[in-house]
């Protein structure tokens, strides 16, 4: 199995342009969850699906963040406008009940640079 | 909401000595305790878990505890190696799928 897998590795924008990070979750895997990762405020759930499905969306931090899981094998987060202060890396992580392990698989994470 | 605090921040140990990180929690509902361990540029990786109806639960050289009564769980690293440096969480859900609250880390250093 190839893990959870996020792209872009990095990516670098201009504040005001619009972000989109990219989530293929491991195959029968029905939970799919988002973090953000700073020094200042360690690893953050934003949002998390189950079966497509978004079930907390509270650790969302504005509307300028917005999720979608159209199906079962991808995700995305989308940030618009972008502004220096989302500048993070942003982790997608999958799981799923009755299977083990337990916990979650994280991907390798997108560092996000807005200058 | 889930409160995860965890101590120390850093810590430093020389090579072979024992490692000891330490979390506590707030919700008495909780029942699935987690530890992850972050290598630079790496996602958390999940290295070792244990649920509430089990007190104590061993792993080679990684063990945790458990206090359900104190609402306190610890992961304990015995003669440590330079591999082990990295970035440890704890965590704490009501189970082990849906929303897991994370500890802020504890960087561990191991000195050869």
């Known amino acids: 199995d190839a893990g959870v897998i996020q792209s872009p590795r990095h990516e670098v924008t201009e504040m005001g342009q619009e972000v989109t990070l990219r989530c293929k979750p491991i195959?029968?895997?029905?939970?799919l969850f988002w973090y953000r990762q700073t020094m200042m405020r360690g690893l953050e759930l934003l949002i998390y699906?189950?079966?497509?499905?978004?079930?907390?969306d509270s650790g969302m931090p504005e509307d300028r963040f917005s999720a979608k899981m159209p199906n079962a094998s991808f995700s995305t987060l989308k940030i618009q406008p972008s502004e220096p202060r989302d500048s993070a890396v942003y982790f997608c992580?999958?799981?799923?009940?009755?299977?083990?392990?337990?916990?979650?698989?994280f991907g390798s994470g997108t560092r996000l640079t807005v200058v | 909401g889930e409160n995860v605090e965890q101590h120390p921040s850093t810590l430093s140990v020389q090579e072979g000595d024992s490692a000891v990180i330490k979390c506590t929690y707030s919700?008495?509902?909780?029942?699935?305790f987690p530890w992850y361990k972050q290598e630079l540029g790496k996602g958390p990786q999940l290295i070792i878990d244990?649920?509430?109806?089990?007190g104590e639960k061993k792993d080679q050289r990684i063990a945790v505890t458990l206090n359900k009564t104190a609402k306190h769980f610890s992961l304990h690293i015995t003669e440590t190696q330079p591999e082990d440096s990295a970035v440890y969480f704890c965590?704490?859900?009501?189970?082990?799928?849906?929303?897991?609250?994370f500890g802020t880390g504890t960087k561990l250093q191991v000195i050869p």
């Open positions: 244990i649920r509430s109806n089990v």
């Open positions: 919700d008495s509902a909780s029942n699935y």
């Open positions: 699906f189950n079966n497509n499905v978004p079930i907390d």
């Open positions: 965590a704490a859900s009501h189970d082990g799928y849906q929303k897991v609250t």
């Open positions: 992580a999958s799981s799923a009940p009755g299977q083990g392990p337990y916990g979650y698989t």
């Open positions: 195959s029968g895997h029905d939970y």
